[in-house]
């Protein structure tokens, strides 16, 4: 498994230097073509104190996925924090309805600044996204617990 700066040990991760090279590389922006038949709908979490001594898990949840459309596959979400690409991570299919799938992604997230981050998360089957607004502070890593 490779990594990428700023990730931990969650879910499948890429290194990239162009997040949309790496989704082409990937085969997984074919996923967004004429066969997706209907929107999915993203959104993004984070759980944890975000703090740069201590991580942090960001989750995207994406429901009405059709698999069928997307050849089978659960497709992956693009994480970003700003403007800045945090990595793509593949996501896997948490429960199926007759309406679609849902599929979860989600990574440790170490972020190396204090301040205000939007974080973002758009989905590869047809680009549908959210993001959420997430004050990170310097914190305190005890081992088992971050203050």
């Given at each position: 498994?490779?990594?990428?700066?700023?990730?931990?040990?969650?879910?499948?991760?890429?290194?990239?230097?162009?997040?949309?090279?790496?989704?082409?590389?990937?085969?997984?922006?074919?996923?967004?073509?004429?066969?997706?038949?209907?929107?999915?709908?993203?959104?993004?979490?984070?759980?944890?104190?975000?703090s740069?001594?201590?991580?942090?898990?960001?989750?995207a949840?994406?429901?009405?996925?059709n698999?069928?459309?997307?050849g089978?596959?659960?497709?992956?979400?693009?994480?970003?924090d700003?403007?800045?690409?945090?990595?793509?991570?593949?996501?896997?299919?948490?429960?199926?309805?007759?309406?679609?799938?849902?599929?979860?992604?989600?990574?440790?997230?170490?972020?190396?600044?204090?301040?205000?981050?939007?974080?973002?998360?758009?989905?590869?089957?047809?680009?549908?996204?959210?993001?959420?607004?997430?004050?990170?502070?310097?914190?305190?890593?005890?081992?088992?617990?971050?203050?």
């Amino acid at each position: 498994m490779l990594s990428l700066r700023g990730f931990g040990s969650v879910g499948g991760r890429l290194q990239v230097g162009s997040a949309l090279a790496a989704m082409v590389a990937a085969g997984i922006v074919a996923l967004s073509g004429p066969g997706v038949a209907h929107a999915a709908t993203t959104s993004v979490t984070v759980s944890g104190r975000a703090s740069t001594a201590c991580p942090a898990t960001v989750t995207a949840t994406v429901s009405g996925v059709n698999l069928a459309a997307n050849g089978g596959s659960p497709g992956a979400v693009l994480f970003g924090d700003g403007a800045a690409t945090l990595g793509i991570v593949l996501a896997t299919v948490q429960s199926t309805t007759p309406t679609g799938a849902t599929v979860v992604a989600a990574f440790e997230w170490h972020p190396a600044t204090t301040g205000t981050h939007v974080l973002t998360a758009v989905y590869s089957g047809d680009s549908s996204g959210d993001h959420t607004t997430v004050e990170v502070g310097t914190g305190i890593n005890l081992g088992s617990v971050c203050l």
